[in-house]
């Protein structure tokens, strides 16, 4: 089976931006989570989607938003970036919901 | 809030020698993972544990699962450069949904 996607790999954008990171999950799964990972933090969960439901939901503020489609393709919104908002931003799928099958990563630089 | 402390942070060690990565926290977790990550990469789970007591082996790493399922413990026996890189452990409580929290991770470095 293919592994999990994600576009892009890497991202530049400016203060006040926007941005939308994609996610192909494992054939089969259903479950999307995405995560934040920093020196500073560590890995930490945003949220995870489920049959194009947001199942949970981390503590990170509204301005991080995500969707799911019926082919359990997954997206994920960052407005009005700011600087702190550097970061790899993973994605993961699952079939069991608890073990995560990761994609590469999207690096995010807010300049 | 759930906390997994994991220790030490930085482990550097000769190619050869055995390594042992500790996974704590006061929760009781439902199940436990750990994952390895190299730069540039997503992490890589190596493992699941979910009963209290649970040892399991893989290749040259022996994961265990304390009994009261509050901590855990990763060790690697002859460890080679390939074992490099950032090892994390992650718990999740079934009460609080498939929420994963993980670890700050162990870097470990094996030199040649």
């Known amino acids: 089976k293919a592994g999990v996607t994600q576009t892009p790999r890497y991202l530049i954008k400016t203060r006040g931006q926007q941005v939308t990171l994609s996610c192909s999950p494992i054939?089969?799964?259903?479950?999307v989570s995405w995560y934040q990972q920093t020196p500073g933090q560590g890995l930490q969960f945003l949220f995870e989607?489920?049959?194009?439901?947001?199942?949970n939901k981390g503590n990170f503020p509204g301005r991080f938003s995500g969707r799911q489609f019926s082919n359990s393709r997954s997206e994920m919104n960052v407005s009005t970036l700011e600087l702190g908002d550097s970061a790899l931003y993973l994605c993961?799928?699952?079939?069991?919901?608890?073990?995560?099958?990761f994609g590469p990563g999207t690096r995010l630089t807010v300049t | 809030t759930q906390l997994l402390e994991q220790s030490p942070q930085f482990l550097s060690i000769q190619e050869g020698e055995n390594l042992t990565v500790y996974c704590n926290s006061s929760?009781?977790?439902?199940?436990l993972q750990w994952y390895r990550q190299e730069p540039g990469e997503g992490p890589v789970l190596l493992v699941t544990?979910?009963?209290?007591?649970e040892v399991k082996k893989l290749k040259r790493l022996t994961f265990q699962f304390g009994d009261a399922r509050k901590d855990s413990s990763l060790h690697i026996t002859a460890a080679q450069p390939g074992d490099t890189g950032l090892y994390l452990c992650?718990?999740?409580?079934?009460?609080?949904?498939?929420?994963?929290?993980f670890g700050g991770g162990t870097r470990v470095l094996v030199k040649p």
């Open positions: 993961a799928s699952s079939s069991t919901g608890w073990e995560q099958y």
């Open positions: 054939s089969g799964h259903r479950s």
């Open positions: 989607y489920f049959s194009e439901t947001q199942r």
């Open positions: 929760s009781v977790f439902s199940s």
């Open positions: 544990v979910v009963t209290g007591g």
């Open positions: 992650a718990g999740g409580i079934e009460a609080a949904g498939n929420k994963l929290t």
